[in-house]
């Protein structure tokens, strides 16, 4: 896979902000340079008091002259951006880091956990728009923790709902709606949210269901740029560890040691 080189760093206006729940979306201006591929990321400086480090989100959306970044509360860097508001700056770098690969395997399916959900709406628009079938399957833990989010992204592509209280969708976590959809190697499947999660659902598969599977890997990032090597995730085949920022955040299933991943838990 192909790491794009072409980060910025820009001053951004949020021309809008939308509540969904336990997460906000933010909009901002980008410059016309500025095209993400599905699950890259922009690192978002909070603030500028003692938060020295910048903070990881995924591209949301983005059109031709505005992006967005969807902010589940994690801590004191996140509940600063959920106080944004249109017309504050948002200092941005990016995009950054591989985002993933579309398939030419015509079926594909998305397992998303909590914030999780965030590069999927982009992803399975490109993937609709070169025609390919995709379902995304979204596990969460009431039926009202994304506010409408569900409703606004079921208009668009096909999804469904796993909740923990059975309160929306079917009852279990999204592994369990997993199962129903009956995983095969004829599928494309792509991954994002909590590493347990991803721990499962690769216990879950076979070799075959390992190599048709992409990970978004949510790690704890400094620099972003891969220097730092803060972000650093096992390799597979030997004793190895690659950067979650820079050869990530998406992997193959098979480029990464689960077994040394579930180790450090
Ligand atoms: C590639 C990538 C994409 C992400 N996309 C999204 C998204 O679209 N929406 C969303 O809500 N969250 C996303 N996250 C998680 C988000 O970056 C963290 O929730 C956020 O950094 C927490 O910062 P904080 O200051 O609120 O929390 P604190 O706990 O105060 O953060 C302290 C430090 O830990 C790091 N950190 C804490 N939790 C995480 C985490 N889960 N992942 C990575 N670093 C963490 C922070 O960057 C910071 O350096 C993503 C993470 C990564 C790696
Ligand atoms: S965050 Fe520094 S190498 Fe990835």
Do not use: N
């Not at 591209?59 to 902010?71: I, Q, R």
Request: aromatic share 6%; proline share 5%; charged share 30%.
């Amino acid at each position: 896979m192909e790491v794009v080189e072409l980060a910025e760093l820009f001053l951004a206006e949020i021309v809008e902000r939308r509540d969904f729940g336990v997460a906000t979306e933010l909009v901002f201006r980008v410059p016309p340079t500025f095209r993400p591929s599905p699950g890259q990321f922009v690192h978002l400086r909070c603030g500028d008091g003692g938060r020295i480090l910048r903070r990881p989100y995924t591209v949301f959306s983005y059109g031709k002259e505005t992006a967005s970044v969807l902010v589940r509360e994690a801590g004191s860097g996140s509940a600063w951006l959920r106080e944004r508001r249109a017309g504050d700056l948002l200092d941005v770098l990016g995009p950054l880091g591989r985002g993933f690969e579309t398939e030419d395997k015509t079926d594909s399916v998305m397992i998303a956990g909590g914030a999780g959900i965030a590069p999927f709406p982009l992803l399975s628009r490109v993937i609709r728009e070169r025609g390919g079938g995709t379902v995304i399957l979204w596990g969460m833990e009431y039926g009202e923790e994304f506010g409408d989010l569900p409703d606004l992204l079921a208009v668009e592509t096909e999804l469904r709902v796993a909740t923990r209280d059975g309160s929306r969708g079917c009852e279990g976590t999204v592994l369990d709606l997993a199962r129903e959809e009956g995983l095969t190697e004829d599928v494309a499947i792509y991954a994002c949210g909590p590493r347990a999660m991803l721990l499962a659902l690769v216990d879950s598969l076979d070799e075959a269901g390992r190599s048709s599977l992409q990970v978004s890997m949510e790690e704890r990032m400094a620099c972003g740029l891969g220097a730092c090597r803060g972000c650093a995730v096992p390799e597979a085949g030997g004793s190895g560890y690659l950067t979650a920022c820079r050869d990530g955040p998406v992997f193959r299933g098979e480029e990464l040691d689960w077994e040394r991943m579930r180790k450090s838990i």
